[in-house]
């Protein structure tokens, strides 16, 4: 209190997070404010997996990129590290070998090749299904555990960067040049407002005039398969949820494929990724279920779908669960973020397609040359 702020973020989930920090290393004074002790929404929640491969095609895939070099290069500064590189994807079918094949043959397939069965299951450990007919390999992805990562990136933002962080505090408001908390008024030049899920605080009726709902996801951590996974795993069902694969024609005929073997798996939204942390346990997910107000009551079903999934796709029985939770994100059917001005000093931003670790960096650099009127 007391000291004029460059710029206010409001909101310390990694899209908060990312403004503040890119505001900080172009020098600008930077606050932060946060309504919990620390972040404990989707942020932390999430797999940390800084995907590029599967990005909607054109600005998601760019943004993936960009976000995937900074994390990387703050990472190491920020004492984070790197859990692994890259992302494995087992195709059991025909149809999903199609699906891998389109996807090389795009700008989208730069560096990334398709792996045959016994290369996919050497590569990881042996995994893979009896009816495995191969998979993707992409080096482009990075992988953080993010229950420790964004307090180690919060740290770093208030230790090295010198950014002041208001937490257990809520934003009543966001108009410069006075931001009314639940501490007091604080005063900041602009302000970038990145709430998350939460609709009502702040500008709700301008963040009504988009129709966002929220999308609840079931995530499991489970026992250490005892073997080392060279990166991150997915299956076929992410090649018809992700949108830089299934808005490939080809992915059609996948789909329908799935859907009548698996129609379950879809009813759940449910889709595989397997991230191992150091200590060699496995973070595994996700379903999706869509609703305003999605409760905490997460159906069994999907828990067994995901583990089914992970069966399937890797001939074995998945490892005993040790930890269960849910997320929830923003989401809305017409676009993978949003950046709204509800007034010329203030940025709403809010990530809709459950990429925020992904997008976070590329989007807070767009966001803040514009802002603060920076060409670059
Ligand atoms: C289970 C799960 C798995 C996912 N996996 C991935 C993944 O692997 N890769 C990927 O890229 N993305 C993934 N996502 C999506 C990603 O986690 C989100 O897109 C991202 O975390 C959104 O970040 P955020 O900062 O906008 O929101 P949040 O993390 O929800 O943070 C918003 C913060 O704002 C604070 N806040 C809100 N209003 C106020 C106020 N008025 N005053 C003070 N504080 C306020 C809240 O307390 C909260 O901490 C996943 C999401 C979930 C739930």
């Known amino acids: ?18 403004h ?6 172009r020098g600008y004074r930077v606050l932060l404010i946060e309504r919990e002790r620390r972040a404990n929404g989707a942020s932390i929640r999430n797999f940390g997996f800084i995907t590029v491969t599967g990005q909607e ?19 190491p500064e920020a004492h984070i590290p790197i859990e692994h590189r890259g992302l494995y994807l ?26 045959g069965p016994q290369e996919f299951r050497s590569a990881t450990g042996g995994l893979g299904s009896v009816d495995l007919q191969g998979g ?21 933002a208030a230790e090295t960067l010198g950014i002041d962080i208001l937490a257990e505090t809520v934003a009543f408001s966001s108009l410069p040049p006075q931001i009314e908390t639940s501490r007091g008024v604080v005063a900041a030049g602009q302000v970038i407002v990145a709430p998350g899920d939460d609709f009502a605080t702040l500008w709700p009726e301008r963040i009504a005039a988009y129709g966002l709902r929220r999308c609840r996801l079931s995530m499991l951590r489970l026992a250490d398969p005892g073997v080392r996974l060279p990166g991150a795993l997915m299956s076929d069902l992410s090649l018809t949820r992700y949108a830089g694969y299934a808005a490939l024609p080809q992915a059609a005929a996948l789909k329908a494929r799935l859907l009548a073997e698996q129609p379950r798996h879809y009813a759940n939204g449910v889709h595989l990724i397997v991230a191992q942390g150091a200590d060699g346990t496995l973070i595994v997910g996700d379903s ?4 305003d107000l999605p409760g905490p ?39 993978t973020y949003l ?17 925020g670790a992904s997008t976070s960096f590329g989007i807070a650099e767009q966001v803040l040359d514009e802002l603060m009127g920076e060409a670059r």
């Open 90 to 115: 087992s195709a059991r079918s025909p149809e999903a070998i199609a699906v891998i094949e389109a996807f090389l043959a795009t700008e989208m397939g730069d560096g990334c090749r398709l792996l």
């Open 20 to 25: 503040a920090i890119t505001a900080a290393r």
């Open 288 to 291: 999706h279920h869509y609703d």
């Open 339 to 355: 950046v709204d001005a509800p007034a010329d000093d203030v940025r709403l931003v809010i990530v809709t397609g459950g990429t």
């Open 136 to 156: 993707l390999y992409s080096p482009h992805e990075i992988r953080v555990e993010s229950r420790n990562a964004i307090p180690l990136l919060s740290r770093w």
């Open 57 to 75: 095609r054109g600005a998601s895939w760019a943004l993936a990129r960009r976000t995937r070099d900074v994390w990387a290069e703050i990472a």
């Open 297 to 335: 009551f997460a159906p069994a079903s999907a828990e067994d779908d995901i583990l089914d999934e992970y069966a399937r796709a890797f001939g074995c029985a998945a490892p005993p669960v040790l930890e269960r939770w849910v997320g929830t994100y923003a989401s809305a059917d017409d676009r």
């Open 1 to 18: 209190m007391g000291k004029v702020y460059d710029l206010a973020v409001i909101g310390g989930g990694v899209i908060g997070l990312a």
